[in-house]
């Protein structure tokens, strides 16, 4: 346990944004399974609009250092390949 009074407030504030990180964490692993799910039913449709609002979750959870940049860009980039994969005929 802390003794010193900063310390006290550092353990409150950690407490406070490891909630936070963990329910943006959350949400964009929740947004990453919608798009997956829309790309399976080869529903083009809500897969692009899915993969956009996944795009901008993942973009601010990287500016503000919740996730890194680069596995931000690698989940966008695998999952435009998914669904660009949809448009394209076979």
Same mark, same amino acid.
Do not use: C, Y
């Given at each position: 346990? *802390?003794? /010193?009074?900063? !310390? $006290?407030?550092? /353990? @409150? #504030?950690?407490?406070? @944004?490891?909630?936070?990180?963990?329910?943006?964490?959350?949400?964009? @692993?929740?947004?990453?399974?919608?798009? /997956?799910?829309?790309? $399976?039913?080869?529903?083009?449709?809500? !897969? *692009?609009?899915?993969?956009? $609002?996944?795009?901008?979750? *993942?973009?601010? !959870?990287?500016?503000?250092?919740?996730?890194? #940049?680069?596995?931000?860009?690698?989940?966008?980039?695998?999952?435009?390949?998914?669904?660009? *994969?949809?448009?394209?005929?076979?």
């Amino acid at each position: 346990m *802390a003794n /010193i009074r900063s !310390a $006290e407030k550092d /353990i @409150r #504030k950690t407490t406070v @944004r490891t909630a936070h990180n963990q329910t943006v964490k959350s949400r964009i @692993r929740t947004l990453r399974k919608k798009v /997956i799910s829309a790309v $399976e039913k080869k529903d083009v449709a809500a !897969a *692009a609009a899915s993969l956009s $609002e996944f795009a901008a979750a *993942a973009d601010k !959870a990287a500016k503000t250092h919740v996730i890194k #940049k680069n596995t931000s860009a690698r989940f966008k980039s695998r999952l435009a390949l998914k669904v660009g *994969a949809l448009t394209k005929p076979a």
